[in-house]
């Protein structure tokens, strides 16, 4: 009986060592698992970590394209308006000219009737004063045609009222005679 007890002790030890056993085995196997499961959770976490930063820099370039796309935009559309500024520089510049140019054109044009205007006006004083010459030459030959015609009858009056004396005297000789 001893030995049925032994031999029972021995076969609960046994028992309670393949338990002990399976138990551990149990443990380890959920011990692996449980490494298994945070290893894989780790690499899932790794992994999304991964998914992210590559998410995240996917997202970076984008934006830097984006960027790069509106600053070229920008560009496009401060030269756009940089063209059109000048071209209306241009213009203003242009109708500046014009408008000098025209007022240079009037003014020659003025200067020109001015000093045309003054030639007449020179030309006229200059016949006016022809004029005033030539009617003071006519007066001055008619004063000295009427001066001439005087002198000329004051010598015919003589040479009749020397005739007349001579006459007289003639006749007064004859007379005394």
Known sequence: MQEEAERRIKEDEEETSRKLNSIRIKKEKGIDEEKKLIEKTEQNYKNK???????????????????????????EARRKLDKIHKSKIEEVERDRFNRLEEARKIIEKKLKEEEKNRRLKAEQERKEKADEA????????????????????????????????????????????
């Open 134 to 177: 030539r009617k003071t030459q006519i007066e001055e030959v008619n004063k000295a045609k009427e001066i001439e015609r005087e002198n000329l009858k004051k010598i015919e009056e003589r040479m009749l009222s020397k005739s007349s004396e001579q006459e007289n005297l003639e006749q007064e000789k004859k007379d005394q005679s």
């Open 49 to 75: 970590l991964d998914d992210a930063e590559q998410e995240k820099l996917s997202q970076l370039e984008e934006m830097n394209k984006l960027k790069e796309k509106r600053i070229a935009e920008e560009n």
